[in-house]
């Protein structure tokens, strides 16, 4: 089974970076894709994107697009998700999850990391 484990989350001044981790271990990723989500006190889980463990296509959520980016790292079996000009309604618990590329766009991946807290002061 896939065991998912996030890290890189912390207090950020609003307007900068943050980097995300998501580090993939127990059987091969190939054929998986791994998406971001997050989830913010009171609010709904929202799915942010989401990358091909194998081709590399990836596939991101209107409202992040073009600040959000995710990447994968063979080599580190690591999923990474650069958040840039990040506001203060970027606060969430960021979660990675994995399944197949369908699976993953229906909104339901069924394994889950751990999630890591961002906190964006303004």
């Known amino acids: 089974q896939v065991q998912l484990v996030e890290s890189g989350g912390g207090l950020v001044q609003a307007g900068g970076s943050l980097r995300l981790d998501c580090v993939a271990s127990g059987r091969t990723m190939w054929g998986y894709a791994v998406a971001w989500f997050r989830q913010a006190p009171g609010k709904e889980r929202e799915f942010i994107g989401v990358i091909d463990w194998s081709d590399g296509r990836t596939y991101y959520s209107d409202s992040q697009k073009g600040r959000f980016f995710v990447s994968v790292d063979h080599a580190k079996n690591t999923v990474y998700l650069q958040m840039n000009s990040l506001k203060p309604g970027d606060t969430a618990i960021y979660y990675c999850?994995?399944?197949?590329?369908?699976?993953?766009?229906?909104?339901?991946?069924?394994?889950w990391g751990q999630g890591t807290q961002v906190t964006v002061s303004s």
């Open positions: 999850a994995a399944d197949a590329w369908a699976t993953v766009m229906s909104g339901y991946p069924k394994r």
